[in-house]
Structure formats: C-alpha cells, structure tokens
C-alpha cells in the first residue's frame, strides 16, 4: 500500500509540473531552475525508494 500511494505522489507531481509548464510557458532561466528543482527532487525520491526497497 505504502509504494502505491508513493507512487501516486509520484505521478501527480510529474503531471502537475507537466500541465504547469504547457499552460505557462517558461524563459529559459525560469526553465533552468525548474530543471534543477526537479532533478534534485527526483534524485532524492530515488534515494528514498532505494532505502525503502532495501529494508
């Protein structure tokens, strides 16, 4: 139950950010940021995953 309700979270944040960015077009600056957000973001639910999956 825990790494499907994970897994929601996970795709409603890729499709919030994917609506987010086709609705409000970005400058390339605001787009580098938000590129560095993200995989920042993702680096550490992959970490997080990974602990989970280990135990």
């Known amino acids: 139950m825990k790494m499907s309700f994970i897994g929601g979270i996970v795709a409603g944040a890729v499709v919030g950010s994917a609506l987010t960015m086709i609705m409000d077009p970005l400058n390339d ?8 957000g993200t995989h920042s973001m993702f680096k550490t639910m992959g970490t997080v995953l990974d602990a989970m999956l280990e135990k």
């Open 29 to 36: 600056k605001q787009r580098r940021k938000l590129h560095k």
